[in-house]
């Protein structure tokens, strides 16, 4: 497992905290503003793949949340 970090705060870049490669995934734990999360990509995807993949986090989780219970757009 490697560990890297990227600069620049928490809410603006995702932080990678560890990332695993198994065959041909890649799993990669990540922290943006208050969201953890892990997820899996092909293990050849680049850095700005996974970036763009992040892009609106935690915005975009605050706004599914909000529609599950009801407070989101109609």
């Known amino acids: 497992m490697a560990t890297s970090e990227r600069s620049g705060s928490a809410a603006s870049a995702p932080v990678v905290l560890d990332a695993e490669v198994v065959e041909d995934r890649m799993l990669v734990g990540v922290d943006r503003g ?3 999360l892990v997820i899996e990509a092909p293990a050849d995807a680049s850095e700005e793949e996974i970036e763009a993949a992040l892009d609106g986090l935690p ?4 706004q599914t949340a909000d529609l599950f219970v009801g407070g989101g757009p109609a």
């Open 59 to 62: 915005e975009s989780v605050v």
């Open 34 to 36: 208050e969201v953890s």
